[in-house]
């Protein structure tokens, strides 16, 4: 996949689409000790905080990616093109604990030019971040009964902030 540098000012992206339908790849951890882990996030964003671009995600505190949030200050977001629908579904379906999840789908780990957490080699779009923030939902905020529903075991996500520090992408991501 060819991917270059674009500058955070000229990405383009259909954010919704890009969360709900094409998923990202959330991995943490660090790439040159080998311990990292990979997980599929549908709920997210991007935008300005602090005067910087962020990404903002979340992680349930029962998924193992949590424990490398927890412990790692960085973190990449990958986007996969279709072809690769079905590696997705694998690692959105099975525990880093239980396998290599990459291992098993045949996606290759690549270093980060920014941050200790890898990419994905096959991605079309690879966001690198620093963490800068989180705070766990409070149920107590919820301001529409619906989004409750969403948690029948009460297990609310953590959300974190991350400072975009790079984004590198295809062509079709650019203006």
């Known amino acids: 996949m060819v991917r270059k ?27 040159h000790a080998g311990k990292y882990n990979s997980m599929i996030v549908g709920w997210g964003g991007f935008g300005t905080m602090w005067k910087k671009p962020f990404a903002l995600i979340l992680v349930r505190p029962q998924r193992y990616t949590y424990e490398y949030m927890e412990k790692f200050d960085s973190f990449t977001l990958s986007a996969l093109p279709e072809k690769y629908r079905k590696a997705l579904e694998l690692i959105g379906s099975k525990s880093g604990r239980d396998l290599n999840k990459l291992d098993s ?10 941050v200790s957490a890898p990419g994905l080699d096959e991605a079309e779009l690879i966001i690198e971040c620093r ?18 529903k969403q948690y029948p075991l009460r297990d609310y996500h953590r959300v974190y902030y991350g400072e975009i520090l790079s984004i590198s992408g295809t062509k079709d991501f650019t203006g």
Do not use: M, R
Request: net charge negative; hydrophobic share 35%.
């Open 105 to 114: 789908t045949g996606l290759t780990s690549i270093p980060s030019s920014h």
């Open 131 to 148: 963490k800068s923030y989180f705070q766990d939902l409070d149920p107590k905020h919820f301001l529409i009964s619906s989004i409750a």
């Open 5 to 31: 540098t674009i500058d955070f000012y000229d990405w383009q992206i259909k954010p919704h689409s890009l969360w709900d339908k094409q998923w990202l790849v959330l991995t943490s951890g660090d790439f």
